[in-house]
Structure formats: structure tokens, C-alpha cells
């Protein structure tokens, strides 16, 4: 009788359902207010920057400044978007809630003395801070604390950017390769849509971008986004190792890391000065508006490029995906007219499938694009974020990432899940090294030699 009186599961779900609904709107008011803020700071910061181009030779004194802080208070929270992910994936302590302040004056430092650096790792750091402080307030096991940083990493997301569908997806897709979680789908969609509009409350008005021509569905417009995004994944990819592999030489060049941001420092504002390239500093988003607009330089993505990665590598603190939209979207334009495209189009398309290579998220990039220039773009923005996703290989600009359900057969049947990407090339090479040893040869069951001859002469003794 009782198996017959059994509540229905939409009733046992109702529960869950109330607690992250009230949850992620906490998340979200927290994030959404923490995001205007630091978007409103930024933009006072670049404002003031650009009418005083002198700022930028104290760079290299900004950056030192606050590389000291950091080694002096920010040790635990230095691995930034990184720690968030390694601790959705593996629970240990909450994250310092000076994550929050440290991340936020440091972007608005970098950028008011004109390092290239981007935003969406502060908001994603600010708002994983933020949300994981209520794990001890709500008295959350692991596994719902594994959810509540995702609703964090999405609020983040989607307020910075006001884009809060793509938001909600990259919450679940940036923590391994071709896997989400979709119990985490709700709360985090719920987080991404009131992040946004807390955000938008206080009155933040999102960069508006628009795309005048968008060509129909045809065998060669897809041929030409394919292979546009082979050329936008392997940008990607290069982007993210470059990274990287600065980064670790810095590190092991330069062992007291205040005076990793003053190398850097100094590079950048010569460079600047020298080649007078004003226009790759900062979030560079007039340039971006440009590359919608008007053919740009063909070397503006390798300039842009080549300042971000020198700006990450050596310590200044910011984000990557701002740089990687204006890279994308001045290699689109730069590629249209080879492929028979109009630039706006391909700029826009550009402008998300760079992201997608370099951060393995081709799902939330393509909601972006449709959220930035409209759902007429959304087929072939699909096209180039999966083409480049998949041509950008194992690699990406958080190291942290898992590599989840590999891009390739090979890695599939040979990877572990869990390994992370950064990890990979040293999982190939003791793999590699393991093949070319000898093989073991069996162990001999007869009997030993030496045993036969001291029987024979044990018989002739006798």
C-alpha cells in the first residue's frame, strides 16, 4: 500500500528546488553588485588613463606594487580562476575571501596604468570568493559546495558581460572538456539571470556590438567559418601556451615575484612608447567596435597578442577573454576579405570562436554570439566555436581544467578523465617512456640450472 502512496517525484524535487532558487539569488544579488562596481571602477580607470598617456611609464612601479601585496597577503588566492576550478573539483577549504578585494584592486590597477589584461577573471574570482563564503552560512556538504561555486563562476560570467544564457552554460562547461554537470543547471541559470540584472539595476550598461549583414546558410559560407575556425582554434591555442609557458619562465628566472610584474611592466610601456601602440593596451574595446565597422590592420591580432600574453605571463592581474574577443574579432576581420566574407560577420564570429579554442567552451560561446549580435548569427558561430574548439586541441587558458571527454579518439581511450590539461604533455611523456622500456621477460617456473649440476654431482659422488 505504501509503494502506491508514494509522493511523486516532482514533489520530493520541490525542496531542492526552493533551497538553490534562494541560494543562487543570494549568489547573484552578491556577484551582480560586486561586478557593477568593479565595471563602473574600470571604466573611471581606463577614462583617466587615456586622458593621461603619460601613466603608462609607472607601469612597471604599479605592477611591482602589487605583485608585494600579493606576496605579502595573496599567496593562497594567486592561482585565481584556477583555484576556483580545482576546488569545484576536489573540495578542501573555502576559498579566502580576500580573493575579492585583492583580484579587484589589482585589474583596476593593471588597467589604469595600461597593462593588457581583460576582466572576466576578477568578476569569476570576485563572485567564487563571494559565494563560497555562504558554504559555512548554509552549511553545505562538498557536493553542494561544488554547485555553489559553480552559481558563482556563472554570476561572474554573465554580469560582466550581460550575456547571462551563455553565462549559465560556461558556469558548467569550464571545468573539463566535452563534460557538464547538469545538476548544477538550474542554479546556475538562476544565478546568471539575476546577477545580470542586479548588475544592470545599478545602472552598468553593457558594450552593444552590431553586425550589418549576416550571409545565408550556403556550401561555402560554412566551408569558409570552417575554416576560418581551424585558423581561430590554432590562434587560440598559441595564445594559451604562450601564457603559460611565460609564466613558468618568469617563475623560474625570476624567483621573488614582485619583480616579475616590474620586468613586465617595463617591456610593456617600452613597447608601447617605442611602436607607439597605444592601442593594445587596456580592454581595447573601441578597437574591437572598429573591427566592426572598418577593415583594421592585418597584424592589429598579433599585436594585441603579443601585449596580453607578456601583461598574463608576467603577473599583471585581469582577465583573458576580453583580449581573446579583440584578437578574434580583428583576425576576422583581417580574414574576410581572403574568404569572401563581410568583416562584420566574420569579426563577430571571430570575436567568440578565439574564445572558444582558447578556453574550451563552444557552447557558451555560440549563446554569446547570439546574445551580442542576434540569433540570425547563431548556425554558422556554432560552426566556428566547434571548429576552433576542436582544432585548438588539449590545451586552454585555465590549466586547472579537466580533460573531461577528450576532443579525439585517442585521448579517449588512453587519458584519464580527471587528469588536468596542464598535466597532459607530462602523462604523454612517462607514457612515452614507459613504451620504450624492454619488456620484463617471464619468470623461468623449471627448475634453476645450478640445481640439475649439483644433482649430477651429488651422483658421482656416491
Keep these: 500500500m505504501r509503494k502506491y502512496l508514494r509522493r511523486p517525484e516532482q514533489l520530493e524535487l520541490l525542496p531542492s528546488l526552493g533551497k538553490w532558487l534562494l541560494i543562487a539569488s543570494v549568489v547573484a544579488a552578491l556577484a ?224 621573488y615575484a614582485p619583480l616579475r610584474p616590474f620586468v613586465g611592466g617595463v617591456i610593456v610601456a617600452t613597447a608601447v612608447w617605442a611602436l607607439d601602440a597605444y592601442n593594445y593596451i587596456g580592454l581595447g574595446i573601441p578597437e574591437i567596435m572598429r573591427s566592426f565597422q572598418e577593415p583594421m590592420k592585418p597584424w592589429d591580432w598579433l599585436g594585441k597578442l603579443v601585449f596580453t600574453v607578456v601583461s598574463l605571463g608576467t603577473g599583471f592581474k585581469g582577465g583573458e577573454v576580453t583580449p581573446l574577443f579583440y584578437i578574434g574579432a580583428t583576425l576576422g576581420n583581417a580574414l574576410a576579405p581572403l574568404l569572401h566574407l563581410p568583416f562584420p560577420m566574420l569579426a563577430g564570429i571571430g570575436f567568440v570562436a578565439v574564445f572558444a579554442g582558447a578556453a574550451n567552451t563552444p557552447i557558451a560561446t555560440t549563446l554569446m554570439a547570439m546574445e551580442l549580435f542576434g540569433a540570425d548569427i547563431g548556425p554558422l558561430a556554432a560552426v566556428g566555436c566547434i571548429t576552433a574548439y576542436l582544432f585548438s586541441g588539449h590545451t586552454g587558458i585555465y590549466h586547472a581544467q579537466r580533460l573531461g571527454h577528450g576532443k579525439h579518439s585517442k585521448h579517449r581511450r588512453t587519458v584519464p578523465e580527471e587528469l588536468r590539461i596542464s598535466d597532459l604533455a607530462h602523462f604523454h611523456k612517462q607514457r612515452s617512456e614507459a613504451q620504450k622500456k624492454p619488456p620484463i621477460p617471464p619468470a623461468d617456473t623449471s627448475e634453476p640450472q645450478i640445481e640439475h649440476q649439483a644433482n649430477d654431482i651429488d651422483q658421482k659422488g656416491e
Design 32 to 255: 551582480g553588485s560586486a561586478s557593477a562596481f568593479f565595471l563602473v571602477s574600470l571604466d573611471r580607470a581606463t577614462e583617466w588613463r587615456e586622458a593621461h598617456r603619460w601613466i603608462i611609464w609607472l607601469l612597471p612601479l604599479a605592477g611591482m606594487g602589487v605583485g608585494f601585496v600579493y606576496h605579502l597577503l595573496g599567496k593562497q588566492v594567486d592561482g585565481g580562476n584556477n583555484l576556483i576550478i580545482d576546488e569545484i573539483h576536489d573540495p578542501k577549504k573555502v576559498v579566502p575571501l580576500r580573493m575579492a578585494p585583492l583580484v579587484l584592486g589589482g585589474t583596476v590597477i593593471s588597467h589604469l596604468f595600461g597593462a593588457s589584461v581583460g576582466r572576466e577573471g576578477t568578476a569569476v574570482q570576485m563572485s567564487g570568493a563571494l559565494a563560497d563564503q555562504l558554504t559555512h552560512v548554509f552549511r553545505l556538504e562538498h557536493e553542494d559546495r561544488r554547485i555553489l561555486l559553480m552559481t558563482g563562476v556563472s554570476a561572474g560570467f554573465s554580469a560582466v558581460f550581460g550575456t547571462p544564457l551563455a553565462g549559465a552554460v560556461f558556469g558548467l562547461e569550464i571545468l573539463a572538456i566535452g563534460r557538464m554537470r547538469y545538476d548544477a543547471l538550474f542554479p546556475c541559470a538562476v544565478a546568471a539571470i539575476v546577477a545580470n540584472q542586479v548588475c544592470l539595476a545599478f545602472g552598468v550598461h553593457h558594450t552593444h556590438y552590431a553586425i550589418s549583414e549576416v550571409v545565408p546558410i550556403s556550401a561555402w559560407s560554412v566551408l569558409a567559418v570552417v575554416l576560418a575556425g581551424i585558423i581561430f582554434g590554432l590562434v587560440g591555442a598559441v595564445f594559451a601556451k604562450a601564457a603559460h609557458k611565460l609564466g613558468a619562465t618568469m617563475k623560474r628566472r625570476i624567483g
